[in-house]
Nanobody
Framework: QVQLVESGGGLVQAGGSLRLSCAASGRTLSSYAMGWFRQAPGKEREFVAAIDLSGANTYDADSVKGRFTISRDNVKNTVYLQMNSLKPDDTAVYYC????????????????WGQGTQVTVSS
């Protein structure tokens, strides 16, 4: 079993940047495909980005394409989400998740979840 802890959230002005980190313990992250999801108030949790085991392939939601970048460091057992050109619509709790299977875009495809980190973008 793997435990995931997100960090790096906060309050930022529109147009600004944040980098989220997801640190793993318990097992090495190199065994998992990883994803980031977010949930805004009153909305369902949605897919943001995903990365395969090696980091060679990444996938982004259309809403963040060109602005967000997912990456991983399997030596540091950490996954990152670099968020640039932030918009108020990006305000949400951001969750990282680990999948024992292949890269997925749906919540049910992930086996382990972090507790989330709040990102608030002011206009």
């Amino acid at each position: 079993q793997v435990q995931l802890v997100e960090s790096g959230g906060g309050l930022v002005q529109a147009g600004g940047s944040l980098r989220l980190s997801c640190a793993a313990s318990g097992r090495t992250l190199s065994s998992y495909a990883m994803g980031w999801f977010r949930q805004a108030p009153g909305k369902e949790r949605e897919f943001v980005a995903a990365i395969d085991l090696s980091g060679a392939n990444t996938y982004d939601a259309d809403s963040v394409k060109g602005r967000f970048t997912i990456s991983r460091d399997n030596v540091k057992n950490t996954v990152y989400l670099q968020m640039n050109s932030l918009k108020p619509d990006d305000t949400a709790v951001y969750y990282c998740a680990a999948s024992l299977g292949r890269v997925g875009f749906q919540i049910y495809e992930y086996d382990y979840w972090g507790q989330g980190t709040q990102v608030t973008v002011s206009s």
